[in-house]
Structures are given as C-alpha cells and as structure tokens.
C-alpha cells in the first residue's frame, strides 16, 4: 500500500520595491537540506512498515506492506500585495506562480519515486526467500530508491538553473551592450563640456577684440557700419578688415558653440533613454531567478 499526503505552507515576504522584496527573503528566507538558499522547499518525510511470517524454512510469505511519504511545500507569500504598484505586484505574482511550478515538479518528483518504489517493492516480495533475506532485500531497494530519487531532485535543480541562466543571458548581454554605450556618451559629454568652455574662452576673447577694434574705429571717427562705405581712409579700411576678420571669427565660434551644445543636449536625452531602458532590463533580471 502507498499512502501520500500533501501540504502546503506559507513564509511572509514583505517589501514594497523588487530589492527590498528580495532583500527580505534573502534574510527572512529557506535553506535546503544541504545548507543552499531556497525561495521555496519541498521537503518529504518518508517511513516502510512491512511484515512477514516465514511459513517454512526459507519461505517468507508478506502480510502488508505500507510506504507513507508525507510531502510539505513551503511557498513565499507577500504580506503587503495591496501595498504594491501595479507593475511590482504584476512581477510578484508571476514570480510566486514560477517558485510554486518549481515545487510542484518537485512533488511530482516525489509522487513518481514513491510509486516506482511500490512496484519494484511488489516485485520482490513475490520472489522466494527467507524473510530475513527479503529484510536484506527491501532495505537495499529502499536505499537504492531514496538515492535515485534524490538524483532526480538534483538533476531537476542542474536543468531548472541552467533554464534559468539561459533566460538571463540576453538580458544581461543587453544590459552590458547599454552600460558601454552610457559609460562612451558620459566621456562624449565630458569631451564636450570641455570644448564648450574653451569656444566661451575663445568667444570672450574674440569679443574682447571686436570691442578695442570699435573702439579704435570710434577714436578715427568710423563705426561698423561705416565698412560697407567707399572711398575708406587706408587705416579706416585696415580697421575694417581688422573688425570684419574678428566678426567672421566670432560668428564661427558661435556656430561651433551651438553645434556642441546641440550634440551635448541630444547626447543627454539618449542618456536618458538608455538609463530608462537598462533600469527595466535590470529590473526584468532580478525577477528572472
């Protein structure tokens, strides 16, 4: 006879925003029975109670044979699910139906040992023996079947966190694609943030050259617009060249000025947008466990 029973029980998790929400099962959370970190356990109890009356010699005949295994789940459950934004509280729910999937298969696991064992149990008490040979026989079936059992508690953990790896993958290489592209636009706007200084030195001198020129045009009776005349003293004419090659300089400058502030401003929006895209492919990481 096989007798299963099954239950489940719950930790509290609590937290409003994804690090606090696993910083708390992280401190608050499970280890399995070999020390590791679990977000969910399922642990099984299990006992074999047979007996058998040797009827003859070197003949045992069974009278009952019971395998009881008796399975707990343990699942997280957030305390505070009203408190949550809608996107958080959409990850979490998500989150907690993968960890309970994962303990199912790991009860499934249990339940198909359990009922392997039965059978191969069946099996051996048909066969002819003493009843002390048929104890030697049922005890090594026994171990052999908890070991096996636990091999494929083991291999699922290997696929599980090589599904789970996978998963990850794509979004930590794009993560890694976005951190080289932020850390070349903050050394692109640094870069910039120095040429824009050195065009407003280089703009403040000019304009300081265009007003001794004024000046010196005001002193010989001329001013700027006066250039556009004929018939211009020679030094009229010279300081008009002078001013004319300084405007041209500062007008470049100012160009220069503008593009840079132009290609720094568009640089900082697609910063921003970077940020924004990799902040919720960090986030989509720290739910892909």
């Known amino acids: 006879m096989l007798k299963t029973s099954s239950s489940t029980r719950y930790y509290s998790v609590r937290g409003t925003t994804t690090g606090a929400i696993f910083d708390d099962i992280e401190k608050n959370g499970l280890f399995d029975t070999k020390a590791r ?27 009952s044979m019971t395998i009881t295994l008796k399975l707990v789940v343990t699942l997280p459950q957030h305390d505070q699910l009203n408190d949550l934004s809608q996107d958080i509280r959409t990850n979490w729910q998500r989150f907690a139906a993968r960890v309970a999937a994962h303990e199912q298969r790991h009860v499934d696991i249990y339940l198909d040992g359990a009922k392997t064992t039965k059978t191969r149990m069946e099996a051996i008490l048909k066969k002819w023996s003493s ?15 908890q070991a096996e059992i636990e091999n494929a508690q083991d291999q699922f953990h290997l696929e599980d966190e090589a599904r789970i790896q996978n998963d990850q993958k794509p979004l930590q290489a794009q993560i890694d694609i976005n951190q080289t592209r932020l850390t070349a636009i903050d050394a692109e706007i640094r870069s910039l943030e120095q040429t824009l200084g050195d065009l407003k030195r280089q703009r403040d001198t000019t304009h300081a050259s265009i007003d001794a020129v004024k000046a010196e045009m005001a002193q010989s009776g001329a001013a700027p617009p006066t250039c556009s005349q004929s018939r211009l003293t020679n030094r009229i004419q010279a300081i008009c060249q002078q001013y ?27 910063h921003n947008r970077v940020i924004a895209v990799t902040n919720g492919l960090i986030e989509a990481l720290n739910w892909t466990r």
């Open 37 to 63: 970190r679990a977000i969910g356990l399922t642990s099984g109890e299990w006992s074999i109670d047979w007996r058998g009356i040797e009827t003859r010699p070197a003949l045992c005949s069974p009278e």
């Open 244 to 270: 004319n090659a300084l405007a041209a300089a500062h007008n470049a400058l100012v160009d220069q000025h503008n593009g840079a502030v132009s290609r720094r401003n568009s640089l900082a929006g697609e």
């Open 131 to 145: 009843c002390s040979e048929l104890e030697n026989k049922i005890r090594r079936l026994w171990a052999g079947q």
